[in-house]
């Protein structure tokens, strides 16, 4: 466990097990250095302790290399809850949770992330102010992300194309869920051709009927031709068996860790696809949420969120000069500002 902390750069870790709600959770604490740790709380099911422990130090690291670039004074966390076995008493469990969090008095702040909803988010916020996306915040992140991903798809067009904008292209979108289906409603404004899946039907047949998407099963996604391949669902898709399948130009979307390992970002570099970096891409949550909390107003928001297409222009501009794959410059660019350390390339 020791290697997986020291790895990562991590700043704490922490552990609670409740017996009476079934709680089962971990909270990782990357780095504070720009402000309280700001992330999402994800509730799934876990084949292992040990993998549970691997995805939130991953997740926590990529929320602090995602609010540096996203420039906002927040540091990165995150929290896992170990899906209880059905059924269970969700209001306890996350009342359960948000004591764990107030336990570790505001260096953590707790939002909604796969598996979580604003009304887990509400029974949190009735035994901690560390919190934010709840019904009494109204800071619902989904249509932000959207945006910023919107944002860093006109980036990555306008770098791959020389124009930035997206009609007539074909966006292939993996996951339906509250940013999967913004991004399209915001794809289909824009004029681009939609191919959607979901593993629920009825989100792919809402998106049919409301923006024209033409369906496709989830085992058909990576090798959907297109001109942007968008995961919006959960991590690891892009991976050594996937990345012989793909027919896209871009890879854009709002999903954490989309590259199963770093090494995948050099093959993809290699094979002329241009890749977003994920934690680049999908800031506008975390935008949402930081400025949400100083209380800027929503104007503010969206424009900083706008700002993420310059922040991935420099990205791709600096990974042309260095031939260096995104994802390695967005890491080196990150870590440049987090440990104030020149990092050679």
């Known amino acids: 466990m020791f290697d997986i902390i020291e790895q990562a ?3 704490e870790l922490h552990f609670k097990s409740d017996p009476d709600s079934g709680l089962k959770s971990i909270i990782a604490i990357h780095n504070t250095k720009l402000g309280p740790a700001l992330g999402g709380c994800r509730c799934i099911e876990y084949h292992s302790d040990t993998a549970a422990i691997m995805d939130v130090v991953r997740l926590a690291r990529g929320m602090s290399y995602k609010a540096a670039l996203a420039k906002v004074p927040q540091g990165g966390g995150k929290a896992v809850i170990l899906k209880p076995a059905e059924p269970f008493d969700r209001k306890a469990l996350y009342q359960a949770f948000g004591r764990f969090v107030n336990e570790l ?3 953590y702040i707790t939002a909604i992330d796969s598996g979580t909803t604003i009304h887990d988010m509400d029974q949190v916020a009735k035994v901690t102010p560390h919190v934010s996306g709840s019904h009494s915040d109204g800071l619902d992140p989904s249509p932000n992300t959207a945006l910023g991903v919107l944002a860093g ?4 067009a306008l770098q791959r194309y020389g124009n930035s904008k997206l009609k007539g292209l074909t966006v ?12 399209a409603s915001l794809l289909y404004e824009e004029g681009a051709r939609l191919l959607v899946t979901d593993l629920q039907e009825s989100k792919v047949k ?21 001109h942007i391949l968008s995961p919006c669902g959960l991590g690891g898709v892009i991976n050594h068996e996937t990345i012989n399948v793909l027919h896209c130009d871009i890879i854009a979307g709002s999903a954490n860790n989309q590259l199963a390992t770093p090494d995948v970002g050099q093959q993809l570099h290699q094979r002329g696809i ?3 970096p994920d934690y680049v891409i999908n800031a506008g949550g975390l935008i949402q949420v930081s400025m ?3 209380r800027a107003t929503q104007q503010e928001i969206s424009n900083k969120t706008w700002g993420i297409s310059e922040t991935l222009y420099d990205i791709f501009t600096r990974s042309s000069v260095e031939n ?4 390695t410059i967005a890491d080196l660019t990150a870590e440049e500002i987090l440990y104030q350390e020149t990092v050679g390339a």
Request: proline share 8%; glycine share 14%; with cysteine.
């Open 292 to 294: 949400g909390l100083h």
């Open 206 to 226: 809402q998106a049919q009927t409301a923006f024209h998407a033409e369906p496709m099963s989830p085992d058909q996604f990576c090798s959907a031709h297109c």
């Open 274 to 276: 241009l890749y977003a």
């Open 105 to 107: 008095g505001g260096r």
């Open 172 to 183: 292939a979108i993996q996951g339906m869920g509250n940013v999967g289906f913004h991004l």
């Open 153 to 156: 798809m006109k980036a990555a």
């Open 324 to 327: 260096l794959p995104p994802s």
């Open 9 to 11: 750069r991590l700043g």
